[in-house]
C-alpha cells in the first residue's frame, strides 16, 4: 500500500486517467511511468476502487491484469465490490471475487 503522505504525482495521473475512462492512458502510465495499480489517494480510493465506481468494467480487468488488488477499501470502508453491487453490475462482481482472496477483505 502506497504512503497516502506520499501520494505521486505520477499516481495522481493514474487516477485522473481511470476517472476519464481512458484506458490507453492508464496502460500508458502503468507500463512507461511506473503508476502504482495499488495507489491510494488522499480518501483512500485505490484504482481498482476508482474504475469499479466508475462501473468501468475493462479498465478493472486491465488493473487486475497490472497487480491491482481489488479488496483495497476507502477511508469510509468502501471497497470495488461494494461498487459493483451498488452499480447492479453482476459480471463485475463475480470477476471482484473471482479475484479476492476471501480473507483480504476489508468491508
Known sequence: M???NQFRLIDR????????GNRRQAQLIIEKHDGDVNSQDQY???????????????MLQLLVEKGADVTLSDYMGFTAMQWAQENRNEKMADFIEEHSNPAQMRM
Open 13 to 20: 495521473s493514474l487516477h485522473e486517467a481511470i476517472m476519464d
Open 2 to 4: 502506497t504512503d497516502r
Open 44 to 58: 483512500g480510493a485505490s484504482p481498482a476502487l476508482l474504475a469499479a465506481k466508475r462501473n468501468d468494467f475493462e
